[in-house]
Nanobody, 127 residues
Framework: QVELVESGGGSVQPGGTLRLSCAVS????????MGWFRQAPGKEREGVAAIYTSGGRTYYTDSVKGRFTISQDTAKRTVSLQMNSLKPEDAAIYYC????????????????????WGQGTQVTVSS
């Protein structure tokens, strides 16, 4: 059974920094993509960042480019999301997800491509 556990959420002021981590366990073979998604109240879940685990190529939604960085530690089986210069509109529940099927990079931020999900961690950005 694949299990993903997020940590690192919290409350910060605009302009602040948070680092989310996702610990992955329970599978023998590596996923193809790992992604971070978020869902704010009343909105659909959206892809924030993703990483192709074999090659390390990363993908970001436009609104977080230059502010967020996704990274992986394959030895520790963790995926992290460094979030800098946080804005109120970044506030949401953030989810880590793993995808095992093959698909192209253009679909890396599509939540429908992901097979396993963590329970989510809350990020609040307010003054």
């Amino acid at each position: 059974q694949v299990e993903l556990v997020e940590s690192g959420g919290g409350s910060v002021q605009p302009g602040g920094t948070l680092r989310l981590s996702c610990a992955v366990s329970g599978y023998k073979y590596s996923s193809n993509f790992m992604g971070w998604f978020r869902q704010a109240p009343g909105k659909e879940r959206e892809g924030v960042a993703a990483i192709y685990t074999s090659g390390g190529r990363t993908y970001y939604t436009d609104s977080v480019k230059g502010r967020f960085t996704i990274s992986q530690d394959t030895a520790k089986r963790t995926v992290s999301l460094q979030m800098n210069s946080l804005k109120p509109e970044d506030a949401a529940i953030y989810y880590c997800a793993a995808a095992f099927l093959q698909f192209g990079g253009s679909q890396a931020l599509d939540p429908r491509q992901y097979d396993y999900w963590g329970q989510g961690t809350q990020v609040t950005v307010s003054s």
